[in-house]
């Protein structure tokens, strides 16, 4: 027994000069949860592979490059309570259960800022979270599930996300309030998807490449603004926009081109179409029983088909720039006095027989459509259509009369001066 105690002296002095060893093997959730309130964890670069739950106001925040990676059967990192930071981290989800989440947040008051999120399932789900901020994220998934879900979420605000092979890239239902701004989503089905949720704030995001750029349904008192929908075309059934039931929203400078069907509209009512770029998509703009909006000021530009509509009426349409047209300013005003008329002839035949789109815009079909007008009440008719392009009349710059009148001068002096030198030579 004596030699076995002469022994301990040694094992104390190796504790003392080694007291970190026993910790080498820490895990970022030891170290989360010893962190207090408020604090920060930062985490130097490397893999580590556990799931993390954040449960305390407290920063996580990678310092290089930094990827917290799972494949169990729950979220790679989820987040409770209220004012979470999670910051400059790669979140790697490999698991397969469906609709899992890479992150799964709720509480409020949190920020997900500059996180990677790969993920086979969910990207970042929001269920009863407020008051959150998501910025400068990118969700690249495998079409499994949504990039960012809210599910009775509100006032919170997504900007600077880049999402990408996703189902949808961000989709929102019953979550009123929340901001979406200058995010880029490609390769999804709906790019936006809105469901049943008010007041919500669409700006300055690019859709592209998507079966539908954006589809908004159930909602009230939404603003739709400065967004770019563009080249969702994939499906025969594909849109840039896609308003369903919608009451009292504003769809605003928006650029929506080279779509299949630029903006379709359906059920919606009390809505306002201002200021918009529809340009270079199959049909511009499609309805089917919608009344009481307002579309003015809007462009109308190298559309096969303008608009169709059907069960539509008391719509105020004037003002609209339509390439189509035929115009006619006889009051210097810069307003046709030639109304233009969208029939939804075509619309109406095809809805019943569609093999009938084979012969869109065949000379038979046109003169069909002059012969058998539709009643004046189930037309679009522009009554004041635009001679020029609101646009053109903005960006155009202004000169001085007296350049003009300089100029004027210039090419008449060199007219007649090389009249008059061909006269000589002959």
Known sequence: MRRYADHWPLVLLLFLVFPLSARAEETVQARIDEAPEYGVVRLSSGV??????????????GIGEVTIRSCRKSPVVAIYGQHVVLKNIRVVQCGDVPDMPAIYVTGHDH??????????????????????????????????????????????????????QIKDGIYMENSHNNVLGDNHIYNARYGI????SNGIALRNNISEKNIAGAMVMGTEQTIIEQNSFVQNERNVHSQGLLLYDAAETIIRKNRIAANRVGIYVEQARHNEFIENDVSHNFIGMQWNESSNNRVSDNSFIGNVYDAQAIRSRDNT?????????????????????????VDPFFLALTIDVPEYQLFFQSPGMIVLQKLLRSSDE???????????????????PSRPASLLYVMSAVMITGSFSGFIIGRKRS
């Open 193 to 196: 998807h809105v469901m049943f």
């Open 317 to 341: 349409i004037a003002r609209n720039y339509w390439d189509a047209a035929a115009k006619l300013d006889v009051t210097g005003t810069g307003v046709s006095a030639l109304p233009y008329r």
């Open 378 to 396: 189930q037309v679009l008719t522009d009554d004041a259509p635009l001679i020029e392009q609101p646009t053109a009349r903005k960006d155009r």
């Open 111 to 164: 920020t997900i800022d500059g996180v990677r999120v790969l993920t086979n399932q969910q990207g970042i789900k929001l269920d009863h979270a407020h008051h959150t901020t998501i910025v400068h994220c990118t969700v690249q998934g495998k079409k499994s599930g949504n990039g960012i879900d809210l599910w009775k979420s509100t006032q919170n605000v997504i900007r600077y996300a880049e999402i990408d």
């Open 48 to 61: 580590y592979d556990e799931e993390v739950i954040l449960s305390k106001p407290l920063t996580l925040e």
